[in-house]
């Protein structure tokens, strides 16, 4: 069993920044996939950001490239989420989840989730 829990959700402005981190507790970290998924009012969730186990590997949505930033630190057990030039159209709840595989992309590849932090971009 894995717990997760976000924070460093924000109201920021446009072309602002933020951090977010990802805390995980109950078995060892580096086990697993890490990645980060948001979802706006009225559309699905969808895959933002994904680090391998290892930190070595990371792959991002294509709309976040060269913007977000993700990172892990394994003996820490903490995951991060660094958005930089963040735009009004990311602003969304973002889930922080563990997964199975190398760089999982789909929700369905991943067993726990956090309960969610919201980041709000105004313009």
């Known amino acids: 069993q894995v717990q997760l829990v976000e924070s460093g959700g924000a109201l920021v402005q446009a072309g602002g920044s933020l951090r977010l981190s990802c805390a995980a507790s109950?078995?060892?970290?580096?086990?697993?996939?890490m990645g980060w998924f948001r979802q706006a009012p009225g559309k699905e969730r969808e895959f933002v950001a994904v680090?391998?186990?290892?930190?070595?590997?990371?792959y991002y949505r294509q709309h976040v490239k060269g913007r977000f930033t993700i990172s892990r630190d394994n003996a820490k057990n903490i995951m991060y989420l660094q958005m930089n030039s963040l735009k009004p159209e990311d602003t969304a709840v973002y889930y922080c989840?563990?997964?199975?595989?190398?760089?999982?992309?789909?929700?369905?590849?991943?067993?726990?989730w956090g309960q969610g932090t919201q980041v709000t971009v105004s313009s």
């Open positions: 680090i391998s186990r290892s930190a070595d590997n990371t």
């Open positions: 989840a563990a997964g199975s595989g190398f760089l999982p992309v789909e929700p369905e590849q991943y067993n726990y």
């Open positions: 109950g078995r060892t970290f580096s086990t697993d996939a």
